[in-house]
């Protein structure tokens, strides 16, 4: 395990389950539905022998109905002091509401097995850091599908025949999210009136594959953070769209999802705080080597 990263383990993970109960701590529930990923915040409510129970922390105007279902993997994730605290667990049972909100499949509380280690990582791996200078890192992202269409993106390149997808570059990163560089497809678009879908979400069309990026919108990203390694797969969703200063594309903020849902995908996170933490010490080493160049003689 990295050693930026601590499991707690034995009573440590009930004490800090309770913690987040009587602090009334706002955790982020990540969850595969229909092979697309979902995000939820929520609130531990309680804890009784070896199962916990969770509830929407939306307010109640703004309740969504969870497409979410007994034995079903969850990822939890919730901030506290020091660090971001992690686990995956399995959905036990689902207790419905007893307001109004139970007839359109709103609010009640999701109980959840207490899992019996809970990671935590520390909060400086969530800061973002810059692609060093002396790095050119590309990103290719896709539009989200379903298992079998995702796993096959992972084995294979994304290609003009057979996927939608988008090259762009790398400008920063941490252990929860990144930003993106990403050419408009032609000229025209960065001067068109941008479309919006029958929600009002904006979107417009990028690079080679026509493909249509909007806030709110998931996505699988891939990269190769130094020449030697292997690439890196994930799952982000959009949470910003800027234009950049030259007018030829767009800056996307991405927020990293999934990875505490499994084992597979907390060894992803272990390997971003790596990346990170990389990138950092290159960045400082070449600011120290410019430190220290000989100022040059003026005649």
């Not at 939820?40 to 497409?67: C, F, M, Q, W, Y």
């Not at 699988?220 to 769209?241: K, L, N």
Request: aromatic share 6%.
């Amino acid at each position: 395990m990295n050693n930026k990263v601590m499991v707690l383990r034995g009573d440590e993970p009930e004490k800090i389950l309770r913690t987040a109960i009587n602090k009334q701590i706002v955790a982020i529930m990540s969850y595969l539905s229909k092979g697309k990923w979902h995000v939820a915040k929520v609130l531990l409510t309680e804890l009784v022998g070896d199962r916990i129970g969770i509830e929407s922390a939306a307010p109640k105007k703004r309740l969504h109905p969870l497409n979410i279902q007994a034995n079903q993997p969850v990822g939890i994730s919730f901030k506290y002091e020091y660090g971001k605290f992690l686990f995956d667990t399995t959905v036990v049972a689902l207790e419905a509401s007893s307001g109004p909100e139970a007839d359109q499949g709103w609010g009640g509380t999701i109980v959840l097995a207490v899992p019996d280690r809970i990671e935590v990582v520390q909060r400086r791996s969530y800061f973002r850091v810059e692609v060093p200078q002396s790095l050119k890192v590309k990103v290719v992202l896709w539009h989200r599908g379903n298992r079998r269409q995702a796993q096959k993106q992972i084995q294979d390149a994304p290609d003009d025949q057979t996927h939608n997808y988008c090259q762009g570059r790398l400008i920063d990163i941490s252990a929860g999210g990144a930003q993106v560089i990403v050419p408009y497809q032609n000229e025209q678009d960065s001067l068109a009136v941008p479309r919006r879908d029958s929600k009002g979400n904006v979107s417009r069309s990028f690079c080679a594959g026509e493909l249509d990026l909007r806030k709110g919108q998931f996505v699988g990203m891939r990269f190769t953070p130094m020449p030697y390694e292997m690439p890196v797969m994930i799952s982000a969703q959009i949470r910003t769209i800027l234009p950049t200063s030259d007018g030829n594309g767009a800056s996307l903020g991405l927020q990293i999802v999934g990875l505490e849902a499994s084992p597979e995908g907390r060894e992803v996170l272990a390997r971003l705080i790596d990346i990170v933490e990389n990138y950092y010490q290159i960045s400082q080493s070449g600011a120290r080597q410019q430190d220290i160049q000989p100022a040059q003689n003026i005649v």
